[in-house]
């Protein structure tokens, strides 16, 4: 046990665990279970890299079960190897955090997204803003406009469809609510929700964004915010916005 005690002494500032434990989810949306999220816990909160014994000692659980629980958060990207731990005993390897690790833990940036568009458009006017908020629409596209390079009619929006799914917008291609011709798209995950729910204009992005990677004009026949069951984007006349 005198690696053990050794290791304590450079993090002695850890805070404890007790009453502190909550679930978390990584990126991946699985499940943490108790003791790998106080194994990422700890390593948060403390001052250096720790060794395996360390947690050992500091969770209460045996050295083998530790190391188990070590190697799962490392294969999932959650945590590394540091440098290693010149001790009394033998040397021992550390570990940290990897950022994959650190987005465990709650982050507020939709808060910051709130307290950063009200003050953008209170600044600049809601005219201005909505302008701006194209203006993003236009440059998300411009990084997929490889991909729709080429492609007209059905194909273009299926492609469009993919890439505003690949963005979150959980979005699919399918034959117009009235049964008109061609397809449209629909959006069943605002990704801007919060935001849009406040701020109207924020939809300016998504229609921007369709836009450009059509070249067309966009109807924006329903809005989940406003009520709708999806947001649903057609197409209309060709706009020059893709050739810009």
């Known amino acids: ?17 007790e009453g502190s434990y909550r679930m978390q989810e990584t990126q991946t949306g699985k499940r943490l279970g108790r003791t790998q999220s106080k194994i990422l816990q700890t390593l948060l909160q403390a001052d250096s890299p720790l060794p395996v014994q ?18 799962t958060l490392e294969r999932d990207g959650l945590i590394e190897k540091a440098s290693i731990s010149q001790t009394k005993g033998r040397p021992s390897q550390t ?9 465990v833990f709650p982050k507020h940036y939709a808060l910051f997204a709130t307290l950063l568009v009200r003050l953008v458009k209170s600044r600049m006017g809601a005219r201005e803003f909505e302008s701006c908020l194209a203006d993003l629409g236009d440059s998300l596209a411009d990084q997929h406009l490889d991909r729709v390079a080429g492609l007209e009619g059905d194909a273009l929006i299926r492609e469009v469809a993919n890439i ?23 959006a069943h995950n605002c990704v801007f929700h919060e935001l ?13 964004l369709i836009s450009r990677l059509t070249g067309r004009q966009i109807e924006h026949a329903e809005c989940v ?13 060709r706009s020059r916005r893709r050739e810009s």
């Open 164 to 186: 505003m799914s690949e963005l979150g917008y959980e979005s699919e291609a399918s034959p117009p609510a009235d049964g008109g011709a061609g397809l449209e798209i629909r």
């Open 225 to 237: 915010v406003r009520g709708g069951a999806c947001c649903r984007f057609r197409a209309l006349a």
């Open 95 to 103: 570990y940290q955090l990897t950022d994959a690790g650190r987005e």
């Open 54 to 71: 360390y947690l050992t000692q500091r969770l209460k659980i045996s050295r083998n079960a530790t190391y188990q629980h070590v190697t």
């Open 1 to 17: 046990m005198a690696c053990v005690a050794e290791a304590t002494r450079p993090n002695e500032h850890v805070r404890g665990l």
């Open 196 to 208: 849009a729910q406040e701020h109207e204009e924020v939809c300016a992005l998504d229609i921007a």
